[in-house]
């Protein structure tokens, strides 16, 4: 991905790019809330590298998430808000197989599709609720934020 860079349309700044990048660049404490529904752990392959949700394991996207919830913390006034809408992934069967999860809709790229969702963590079985929600929510608390 190329670096971000900022677009302002009146009073407002519109940054794109990698999200952890482009808070870098926010003025520190000048966001009064988040809302955000990241990108849910192997759902999908926006064909980026380094983009949030591909990483190999469990532990990996929870480790990404927490930084992108530091640059957060960073650009939130003292009082801000952090609302967060974060989905559950199910194991999948071994990337390119037949059982493997299919997209909706265009079925055209499934085999792609199939083969970027990442292995069976270790530990679990196909079909298995990783529970990411609940990795990601004590993770984010151990780093100092409150779960309400």
Known sequence: ??????????????????????????????????????????????????????EQTPEQYVAAMVEVFRCVR????????????????????????????QPRGNRNNAEQWANARPKTPEGMKPKDLIGIPWMLAFALRADGWYLR
């Open 1 to 54: 991905m190329s670096a971000p860079y900022k677009v302002v349309i009146g009073n407002a700044g519109i940054y794109l790019g990698d999200c952890r990048d482009s808070m870098r660049q926010m003025p520190a404490g000048s966001a009064q809330t988040c809302v955000t529904s990241p990108p849910y752990f192997g759902l999908r392959d926006y064909g980026h590298p380094g983009q949030l949700g591909m």
């Open 74 to 101: 960073n650009v939130l006034t003292d009082n801000g808000t952090l609302w967060l809408n974060i989905g559950d992934s199910y194991c999948s069967t071994a990337p390119g197989t037949v059982n493997a999860p």
